[in-house]
């Protein structure tokens, strides 16, 4: 049987009824309730779950916080991720921003709250600016995982972040393309800086459609100029897949270039010499100087697909460039403009099919007559040719007989 007694404060003032529940075979339970009916049916529900064998102990996941489950994803968990810089800059603006829901325990943290976050993120209410859907739902995914690392030892029931509902992103960049006339704006930019190798980086980042991380990583002897292919190891890539990723003609003559360079240093393995910060850098002060501040360094490697996708490449085999696992990527990543459609459709239109007619004897040896005598009556002839042309085409279509020549 439960104990419920009152609790008081140090001013002797009533707070509530605590509820302890004893049994054999389980740890002591107690909690404090506001009413001493609210504490007699707390203590009745967890004697039931004791009886039926159901009982789960759930205190620490009423003493862990938000806050120490993210501290302790940090710590663990982010450095033996690819992305763990990123995602330990996005944990700790969290922390600082949002330290009221830090504050909660992980068993009492109230979907509402989650949800006011994140509507409070998109409208940018209590924030520097509003954020993109797409953000937002990262975000979300991100706090799902941490509150899932400790959920299993915490014994929490339900990870709340998981029935908050996602923001609809539709952040697809299909008009993201590098045009002729943008990328020689970019590249007369280049020629003025002082950094000769951010040039040869996005060459190949546009005719490779290989990902930053993914340049970056690249070494010398990852490279085969002859058989024109860059190796990348599965360590490498965003999908723990190794790929070997074809250069085109260009790629392999500004890679040609880099290494001929009289500054490179012969010590240095990488291919490019560049940090990541340096190089995400040196494309803001690019793409601003060349005022196409709405391009993003990663639509080259859109570029890259779409340039594959409009020489004819199949879906199979754009997704063999870029590395992507699934189809639906890829058709994000390749940008299909409607005037290409239109030439496609000017170039089938152009190409009429004919027919070929077995022509009547009398036609055939007036054709003859026409070529050997030029003053019959030619428009009495074409006539009686097109007549016969026509009754040909008739037959054979309802006999299913036309063919193109």
């Known amino acids: ?22 049994r054999k075979g389980f740890p002591v339970r107690y ?27 759930r205190r620490k996941s009423h003493e862990m916080t938000l806050g120490d489950a993210i501290d302790e994803f940090i710590r663990a968990v982010a450095p033996t991720h690819k992305g763990g810089n990123d ?21 009492k943290l109230p979907a509402h709250e989650i949800e006011r976050y994140r509507d409070n993120r998109l409208s940018g209410v209590g ?55 943008d990328e020689k ?17 996005l060459v190949v980042a546009i005719e490779s459609a290989m990902r930053r991380g993914e340049m970056l990583s690249l070494k010398w002897a990852d490279v085969d100029l002859e058989r024109r292919t860059a190796r990348l190891d599965k360590s490498n890539t965003k999908t723990a897949k190794a790929r070997t990723v074809p250069l085109s003609a260009r790629a392999v003559e500004s890679l040609h270039s880099l290494w001929d360079r009289d500054e490179r240093d012969p010590s240095d393995e990488r291919v490019f010499s560049l940090g990541k910060d340096a190089v995400r850098h040196c494309w803001e002060r690019l793409r601003k100087r060349a005022g196409l501040e709405h391009l993003h360094l990663h639509d080259a490697r859109h570029e890259g697909a779409t340039r594959r996708h409009e020489a004819g490449w199949d879906i199979m ?27 496609k459709l000017r170039a089938e239109e ?26 019959a009556d030619i428009s009495a002839i074409l006539a009686d040719l097109i007549g016969a042309a026509a009754a040909e085409i008739a037959e054979n279509a309802s006999a299913g007989e036309v063919v193109a020549a």
């Open 87 to 107: 995602e330990i800059a996005r944990l700790n603006r969290f922390k600082r921003e949002d330290d009221k829901l830090c504050q909660y325990a992980l068993a």
């Open 185 to 201: 704006k970019l590249f007369d930019v280049i020629g003025k800086t002082r950094n000769p190798i951010m040039r040869h980086f």
């Open 350 to 375: 152009s190409t009429v099919p004919t027919v070929a007619i077995e022509l009547p004897l009398a036609l055939h040896e007036k054709l003859i007559h026409i070529a050997a005598h030029r003053d």
């Open 127 to 181: 924030y520097k600016k509003a954020v993109a859907p797409g953000s937002i739902a990262r975000e979300l995914n991100l706090l799902s995982r941490v509150v899932k690392n400790v959920a299993t030892r915490v014994n929490l029931a339900v990870n709340p972040f998981s029935e908050v509902k996602r923001p609809v992103v539709n952040d697809a960049r299909h008009d993201a393309r590098i045009a002729p006339d």
């Open 31 to 57: 909690e404090t309730k506001e009413s001493h009916k609210e504490a007699e049916d707390w203590a009745a529900i967890v004697e039931g779950e004791m009886v039926k064998g159901d009982f789960v102990d």
């Open 1 to 22: 049987m439960a104990t419920i007694r009152p609790r008081y404060n140090r001013q002797g003032d009533l707070i509530g009824y605590q509820a302890i529940v004893r």
């Open 317 to 343: 085999q754009i997704r063999a460039f870029t590395g992507h696992e699934d189809l639906r990527m890829v058709q994000r990543y390749v940008s299909v403009s409607a005037d290409s459609l239109v030439g």
